[in-house]
């Protein structure tokens, strides 16, 4: 469905994307994970033709020019891009005017994707005063305006609170069950756990591709999440048997490849600073930590 061959954008002497290849199936939820910068915009607006690869091949529902197959194409970007000083359903009914549907159909399907997004009971109220999350939505809604083969979004639940990121979800899900190819950039690791297929993007350039499950059980090493109280964590842990540590929201991962000796020497180490161990146990590795390894090239 979706083809890159060797695909790279220059920005001047910027490398934005450095020579990626993937595949795309139909009926795939495709992530493209990442941080900041790494380069998945300017991915999926190559792929969707507004903006011209600098090298490489693409193919794309069967064609190497993506403006010839743009109406089978639905697109959320990054930043919310409706009308604010329009209400939601004269957003929704001026997209849906733009593919030329008569007046009659437009209001049917505007009304039947309000519904799908839970949006109508908020029809009449301007998309300013939406919050974020309902922002995504409209944003969503009006992509979906006409039935598109493959949905491309980028970053949709950036900024979003977690309940509106996980009806956004149901949303997809729901999309893609009818049949609907999903391909969505996403920096957030929870989400990339709800893709059927991830690829990991970093400086322009795929460091991996598979599905989730596939990538942790890939991955080398074993994981020991650690909680303690106390300053200069990493600093104490310095001469335990452990390849890394990472902080994530309060707790440690701390990476090795013998957890009982590791975690023997972590007790003895915090024990000797006075730090009290709250909870120490081997866990199963994250798409986190996954990622954490590939870009830092240690896998
Ligand atoms: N039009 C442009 N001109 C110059 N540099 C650009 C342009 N668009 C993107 N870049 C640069 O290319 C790199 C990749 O940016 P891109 O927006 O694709 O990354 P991203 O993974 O989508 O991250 P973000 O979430 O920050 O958008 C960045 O260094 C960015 O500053």
Known sequence: MIRLNNISKQFGSLTAVDGISLTVNKGEIFGLV????????????????????????????????????????????????????????????????LYGASSARVTELAREILTFTNLLPFQ??????????????????AGLMHKPDVFFLDEPTTGVDPVSRREFWQMLYRLNKEGMT?????PYMDEAELCSRVAFMHHGRIISCDSPAALKTAYPFKVLELQAEGKKIKQHLEHCPLRDINAFGGKYHLITDDPAAAAAAVRSALGAAEIPVLALKEIRPTLEDVFVALASEVI
Not at 43 to 67: F, K, N, V, W, Y
């Open 182 to 186: 999903v391909f969505v950039s996403t």
């Open 124 to 141: 009449d109220r301007l998309a300013d005063n939406l919050s974020g999350g309902m922002k995504q939505k409209l944003a969503l809604a």
């Open 34 to 97: 990442g941080p900041d910068g790494a380069g998945k915009t300017t991915t999926i607006r190559m792929i969707t033709g507004l903006l011209d690869p600098s090298g490489g091949t693409l193919t794309l529902l069967g064609s190497q020019a993506p403006e010839t197959v743009k109406g089978r194409l639905g697109y959320v970007p990054q930043k919310f891009s409706l009308y604010g000083d329009l209400t939601v359903m004269e957003n929704i009914r001026v997209i849906g005017s």
